[in-house]
């Protein structure tokens, strides 16, 4: 052990969907977070509620690189099934730990073998036999403890977490963990060079998954309808809602100040929000992609009626049922001009568990001053995953409720306005919704053509006004949406473009490529459709610009081709798509390919 | 030449013209009308505010005949099949206004049908018309979903399979008012329509609304002719406000009407006709459904009522004052509440 490494390598746990692994994986990455030491965590799942292997991946970083990595230094395997990939997967002078009542040979010499009494530990235990299976898994975390050096006193804190307090839980869970360590302290000994110090680099974060995120933003946008529909990876969000929303909007006398409904499909989930955002609420849903496809229709509806409302669409593995557990941003092209006819949507792209949060109260001040649907475009890998992130920050600006007019503005007005006229010259029109008691207040809506003061009308001309003032209202989007994040290099006339949960990868490319190729870059991070002011001129300093995105087409490649066709010469996709989150390895093996074919 | 009369106000100030709509566009002597007509009657007769009232529809010449009534009402006018859940959504906006439904035979029993049946299921409330007559008009004449066995269409054949009946679904999915009516009666028309606005939870009016254009041969189940020589009323129906329910009452001799109370404390009395119908018993509805379809009867009047079902609207213990007039003291969380939220993140 003379090259020991510290602080920086993965380890994957590969054990069978529905044995509890969860628990146990969620305790290692939590603990390592706790001593200080950056960490990320990836759920590979299948989808299925028992019996598949599945895998968890940590990767410890002291630089602070929580992009997903293939390469896994220390694996440890509790699963047959995919027990020989396991052992293929460890890099040369890695470690190896089994569960040592699979009996497969092991041939490999170039890594360190660590067998585990996983079951013998788990039936000393002092639980019941229903929960053997599950108490095993905490068998691993204490035989980790010990060889790689994770304090128990922060696993105890995990624990503490997992259980809320639970002491009766907490204490079989650690006893269990304590004999796994106390057993690799007797019969193990340690060769592989991997081990965990404590640190100072997470005192500033915390750790949350982006759907919890996402749902407290919601609540601190004034969030007052909720409708979904239940479907992996969106599920846990509108959860999130159901359970904080009665700790932080409920009335002193216990009143609800909002309503969350499980609707029958995502066809009725977005057509309650809908009908909520026509009626003045601050309304939303929130699905995947098959949903997504389903809410076509009533999306159209929403932008040419122009009711405001925010769809969240936490991303999985398209087309079709896809991959049900696997992440991808492949949905981007399909949302900017979902449903039929002329239009393009206000998408927002949240690239940090922070941003859910922001974006989950911008969202609805956008909606309801650009009266729109706005989507915000998520994935499982934010979603799903527990990442570490700045602590999230109280909104810092007021709700934006748009320009709506109750019955004191429309005695002002002489009751003389048009729902879907421009008087400002934003594109923006007035609305007023139902319990209005103004004579004047009242309009029908309707997704057929109308004219300035919401009369059905077929008249060519109005039609096409209409539309083109929507165009102008799109235009009026672009100031007010998200900035990009830009970071330039001096010397540098290469761009890397990226967005969402892709952005970890792209970023650690980034320093990899100037440290190991001396090749410099310049990055923007794009964080909302329209593209902004700053995204186009961000594009038009490169000389080049690799557009990284997890899907197969290079969806965003594709847009902002279109929409800055004299610049689409200077796009490149680093576009991939396996329903694994992107690595920074592959970003910066695919630029420099391509780079030295330029 | 004298003078008109002047138009009686009603108490809540306003005369009938204020509860009118747009002229209507559909076909003349389209049985929507003469629906839209009686919206306008009961809305009228029963005092309602107009802005208090939100309009909705799906697609297809039902639907468009929201219009036709109540212009100072909001209104939606949605997507094919799915006012259910359009309404659904905007009856959280202000739970003190009402709501009425106008939908179609294709809107709501065959695109429309899943999720009409769960707005049903979860007592929104809502007065919700079909106007059925059997055939796809806006889109020139195909059979819909309520079309009978052995109905012809000029360039469609003749319909094989069963028809879907839009009371029974109804009740199927726990509905807590379903009525059936014939666009010909007016005054039962009007008289369900306000005992439906009265009803606290979903209200299923299904009416017999002939299509004069593509549906209306003599034999047809949703023509006029049949209409009229196949109506068997359940019962003479008649509305009684709160306040006139001592006036009204000496029009029914003793021992052969039926009240049912309504949550507001109005009462709907049904003059019993030749046999003795409970319309409280789900099951006495159920049978009698399936006698009507047996005998090929057009059974009208009040089907099925049950004024205690928890109104959707009212599981949630939403505050008093309407969702859409609360400010932002009253849906953003106080500032220090973050830092504990954040305590909660591990």
Known sequence: MENKIINNFSITIATVNGSGSQTANVTLLRALFKMGIPVSGKNLFPSNIQGLPTWYTIRVNKDGFIARRDEQEVVVSLN????????????????????????????????????????????AADVSPSLRDYIANMVYVGVLAHMLGIDFEKIEQALDFHFKGKSQAIESNLKTIRAGSDWAIQNLNKIDPYSVEPMSAT??????????????????????????????????????????????????????????LQAEDELAAIGMAIGAGWGGLRAMTSTSGPGISLMAEYTGLAYYAEVPIVIWDVQRIGPSTGLPTRTAQGDLAEVYSLSH????????????????????????????HLQTPVFVLSDLDLGMNQWMTRPFEYPESPLDRGKVLWEADLEKLNGVWGRYKDSDGDGIPYRTVPGNKHSSAAWFGRGAGHDENARYTEDAGTWEHNMLRLKKKYDTARILVPKPVIERHKDADIGIIVYGSSSPAAEEARVLLQKEKGQKTNFMRVRSLPYTSEVQNFIKQQKRIYIVEANRDGQMRQILSSVMPDQAPKFRSACHSDGLPLTARWVKNTILAQEEKE | MTAPAPAQTNKAGLVKNDYRGLPSTLCSGCGHNSIASQIIAACYEMD????????????GCSSKSPAYFLNRSFGFNGLHGRMSSLATGALFADTHLRAIGISGDGDTASIGLGGFKHMVRRNAPIVYVVENNGVYGLTKGQFSATAEVGLNLKHQGTNQYMPVDICMESLASNATFVARSFAGDAKQVKELLKAALSHRGVAVLDIISPCVTFNNEDNALHSYTWGKDHEAPLHEISFIPALDE??????????????????????????????????????????MLEDAQKNDWLVTGLIFIDEKKPVLTDIYNLVDIPLNRLTMSDLRPSPETIAKINAMMF
């Not at chain 1, 992996?232 to 909002?258: M, V």
Request: with cysteine; proline share 6%; charged share 20%.
């Open chain 1, 80 to 123: 047959p099934a995919s027990f020989i990939r396991d052992l293929d997967s460890v890099l040369t002078g890695g470690a190896f730990f089994y569960a040592d009542d699979i009996k497969i040979p092991i041939t490999r010499t170039d890594i360190s073998i660590y067998p585990m009494p996983v079951k013998a530990l788990a039936r």
């Open chain 2, 48 to 59: 309602i505010i107009p802005e208090e009232i939100m309009k909705f529809s799906g697609i």
């Open chain 1, 341 to 368: 006819g002329d239009k393009q949507h206000v998408i927002l792209l949240p690239g940090s568990i922070q941003e859910c949060f922001e974006f989950g109260w911008k969202a609805f001040d956008l909606a309801e």
């Open chain 1, 203 to 260: 005192s500033e974060f915390i750790m949350a998954d982006g759907n919890t995120a996402a749902a407290l933003g919601a609540i601190y946008g004034g969030l007052q309808f909720a409708a979904w529909y239940p479907i992996t990876p969106a599920s846990t969000l509108a959860e999130s809602l159901n359970i904080f929303l009665p700790q932080l909007r409920k009335t002193a006398d216990g009143k609800q100040t909002y309503a969350v």
């Open chain 2, 246 to 287: 001592i006036e009204l009452i000496g029009e029914f001799p003793e021992g052969t009407v039926r009240e049912v109370a309504m949550h507001d404390g109005s009462t709907v009395i049904l003059k019993k006709l030749e046999k003795d119908y409970d319309p409280t018993s789900r099951a006495n509805a159920f049978q």
